[in-house]
């Protein structure tokens, strides 16, 4: 292949492919394409100011795309320029990414593949070290991270997540309205009022005074940190984590009734924790046969199984004050049926019910941020734990955020090589 049909391919201005050769590079035959500047002034790197003369130069060598089975590599001269504003700097190279010995047409391929590859995977497939390809993969979503758009946001969600061994909490902001749809915001580290400071100073005052409603769980640094930085705004409790109570609840009441049982009931009521928290409808084949045999048996427990199926019906009203009867009415059937903590959890929810409530005026998608968290657990799993913590967090905002997680391998490639 002619010098000048290499030029044209690879899209670099101010800079021709003046010899090709194969040399042996990382225990692999590779192609050398040696550039040349065509132009005899200079640019500094900082100030991006024109200077005539260079200070000393040297041959470098920078990694890019593969050309069919061989390793590619740009053997370019590196000039260094005395700038009168910034002193000694580097001549401006603009299709070297910026950190790493590689191509920007080479380290926007390798952020995208790690949006579906390990770290791991990524290096051996573009044969460049983990380090190097970490460190691409945290530029880029960095940069993603702190150029993304906040404005039009009305409707925000928090919840938490545990990491690690011990009560270690991380803290997940969502916007779940706004012009891009649902998408995870920011993660940081705790889960107190004073954790939340740096996510608020982040998002801004002004954005912060368009927030309309909150869902959050009822934990009460989570609403303390909410309401003094969106007063008018309302709360609207997840409905996820009010169901978690009452799955708890409900379980309570199993552990009353195993330890009271004997015989052949008390081996009914064992192993039978989960398809007695599970939706009815989910329960099919032998473990509905199971669940209709234990309920049977115990009127207790079938008391409480059929308020815990009724329950959800709160959540499809659109009138408070149907809503409210609804859970007037649910409260009545708790008398004479000795279930102690289902009083306990009706208490809980006498106490949260204007955040309970404040759904029926804005159904908003709840769904999204038990999905985050899901996706969060995920995406640490399957890496088996991060070294860098900040890394951690922008694989998970990523992983979360519907157009942050596009696959485009080939999109930004001759834009970022010009």
């Not at 590196?78 to 504003?85: A, D, F, L, Q």
């Not at 460190?135 to 979503?141: E, G, P, S």
């Amino acid at each position: 292949m002619r010098p000048n049909c290499l030029t044209k391919l690879l899209r670099i201005q101010g800079y021709r492919v003046v010899g090709i050769s194969i040399e042996y590079r990382k225990g692999r035959e590779a192609v050398i394409l040696e550039l040349k500047r065509l132009g005899r002034s200079f640019e500094c790197e900082k100030c991006h100011r024109r200077i005539r003369k260079a200070h000393s130069s040297w041959l470098i060598e920078i990694q890019h795309l593969t050309l069919w089975q061989f390793l590619t590599f740009l053997r370019v001269r590196r000039y260094r320029v005395n700038c009168p504003t910034c002193g000694l700097t580097l001549d401006s190279l603009p299709f070297i990414a910026e950190g790493a010995r590689v191509s920007q047409s080479l380290a926007s391929l390798v952020a995208e593949l790690c949006k579906v590859m390990t770290v791991k995977a990524v290096a051996i497939f573009q044969c460049l070290h983990r380090g190097t390809v970490k460190a691409i993969d945290k530029l880029a979503m960095e940069k993603v991270q702190a150029s993304r758009p906040l404005d039009g946001i009305t409707v925000l969600g928090i919840d938490e997540i545990a990491v690690g061994k011990g009560q270690t909490y991380w803290h997940l902001v969502s916007a779940l309205e706004g012009p891009r749809g649902p998408e995870l915001l920011f993660v940081g580290e705790g889960r107190r009022k004073k954790h939340l400071a740096k996510f608020w100073k982040w998002f801004g005052k002004e954005r912060a005074r368009d927030i309309t409603h909150g869902v959050i769980d009822m934990w009460k640094p989570f609403r303390n940190s909410f309401l003094a930085k969106c007063p008018e705004a309302k709360i609207i409790y997840d409905k996820f984590h009010v169901i978690q109570h009452l799955l708890k609840a409900l379980n309570d009441v199993r552990k009353q009734e195993l330890r009271k049982a004997a015989g052949r009931f008390r081996g009914l009521l064992a192993g039978k924790k989960f398809i007695l928290l599970s939706r009815r409808a989910h329960v099919r084949g032998k473990a509905r046969e199971a669940l209709n045999t234990l309920l049977s048996v115990n009127r207790r427990l079938f008391k409480a199984h059929l308020l815990k199926e009724s329950f959800d019906h709160l959540w499809s009203y659109s009138s408070k004050t149907w809503a409210t009867k609804f859970f007037r009415h649910w409260v009545e059937q708790l008398k004479w049926s000795r279930l102690k903590p289902y009083r306990k959890f009706a208490e809980m929810i006498e106490n949260h019910l204007d955040g309970i409530l404040n759904y029926c005026d804005k159904k908003v998608s709840l769904g999204f941020i038990e999905s985050a968290n899901l996706k969060a657990r995920n995406v640490i799993r399957m890496a088996y734990g991060y070294r860098d913590k900040e890394y951690m967090k922008l694989k998970i905002i990523q992983a979360c955020t519907p157009w942050m997680r596009e696959f485009n391998p080939w999109i930004n490639l001759h834009n970022n090589s010009s």
